[in-house]
């Protein structure tokens, strides 16, 4: 009962390299010397790690034979970004999946803003580099608590679109502050804006561009974590197998996906939170509680799709599996 036929690729590490304080930059390779498949600017891969986890990372860089990825150790990990500082070396290989990209730039934008705060560069700084090479118009503005806990930095002031960046450190006032309020104060038609970085930034970018009138289908974003949920109310429900008839109960502290796997359906379970989409199962019949950062409104509202990672079952749902 095997739901997962992902493609994986197998790279090796050709460089590891300190980025900032907490951040490590890998450099893959494909294992046999052959061309990587292209990846699109706001793209990320899956890396399967040596614990078992499967954590996704964004493409900072890309040329034909190597990824870059820009990676912080959470003080909050789960074990995926410690198992990366802590275990992965140069000349270690691992499988990665085919590139993804769930945080595309529009084609018909006439000009981009790139808000990125923390780690939030990686995906962002890859936007840049492309809009550039389009000659496309762009802004760029970047947050950190410190300059020290910020990455690609050099990179950023040595590019040939350095002209375009805005850099603000908490600790360096003098230096500027961001003021989301005057950049977004007039929404434009062809104007998109993009933003990754911690919850609590994007939330205030997303928050300001929604009361100054942006339109949702022009604010783009990734998030690298979902909120806290509360789950003190949450009760037992029951799924049904529709090849199957099988009944399968999911406990009040249990996942849906824990579930499906201790009853032998290998469902493809990657970033445990509802982001991603990897765990994506179609819903025939019943109404899931949506708890995932994945799916639109509108394929909330549709009810016929899950991710069983996260959410969970107002009454009985009926899986296609």
């Given amino acids: 009962m095997n ?3 992902e493609l994986r690729l197998q790279a090796r590490i050709a460089h590891r390299a300190r980025l900032a304080d907490d951040i490590i930059g890998l450099t893959l390779a494909s294992a046999d010397g052959e061309p990587l498949p292209p990846a699109e600017p706001g793209a990320h891969i899956d890396l399967h790690l040596p614990n078992g986890q499967i954590r996704q990372y ?4 890309q040329t034909d034979a190597s990824y870059e990825l820009g990676i912080l150790r959470d003080p909050a990990s789960r074990g995926g970004s410690a198992c990366v500082h802590d275990d992965l070396h140069e000349g270690d290989t691992l499988e990665i999946s085919l590139p993804r990209n769930l945080f595309p730039l529009a084609t018909d934008a006439q000009r981009s803003l790139l808000f ?3 780690i939030g560069i990686t995906p962002i700084i ?3 580099e492309a ?3 389009a000659g496309a118009d762009f802004e760029l503005h970047y947050c950190s608590r410190t300059r020290h806990r910020a990455a690609y930095l050099d990179r950023l002031a040595t590019a040939p679109w350095a002209y375009r960046v805005h850099v603000y450190h908490d600790d360096l006032p003098g230096a500027g502050k961001l003021d989301t309020t005057a950049l977004l104060a007039t929404p434009e038609t062809g104007t998109h804006l993009y933003v990754c970085g911690p919850n609590g930034f994007m ?4 928050d300001t561009a929604r009361a100054a009138g942006w339109a949702e289908a022009n604010v783009h974003s990734e998030r690298f974590s979902a909120p806290a949920i509360d789950t003190s109310d949450d009760g037992s429900f029951e799924m049904v197998i529709n090849s199957t008839g099988q009944s399968i109960r999911v406990g009040a502290e249990q996942t849906a996906i824990a579930a499906l796997h201790a009853a032998g359906f290998d469902v493809p379970l990657s970033c445990e939170q509802g982001i991603c989409g990897t765990c994506l199962t179609r819903v025939l019949d019943g109404e899931p509680d949506h708890r995932d950062m994945f799916l639109t409104d509108a394929e909330h509202q549709a009810n016929n799709q899950f991710t ?4 969970r079952g107002k009454g009985k ?3 296609d599996l």
């Fill in 3 to 5: 739901a997962s036929n």
């Fill in 58 to 61: 964004s493409i900072a860089h």
């Fill in 116 to 118: 990125a705060g923390g």
């Fill in 126 to 128: 890859a936007m840049a």
């Fill in 131 to 133: 809009l550039h090479a």
């Fill in 203 to 206: 939330d205030h970018v997303i």
């Fill in 308 to 311: 069983p990672c996260c959410s």
């Fill in 317 to 319: 749902l009926l899986l």
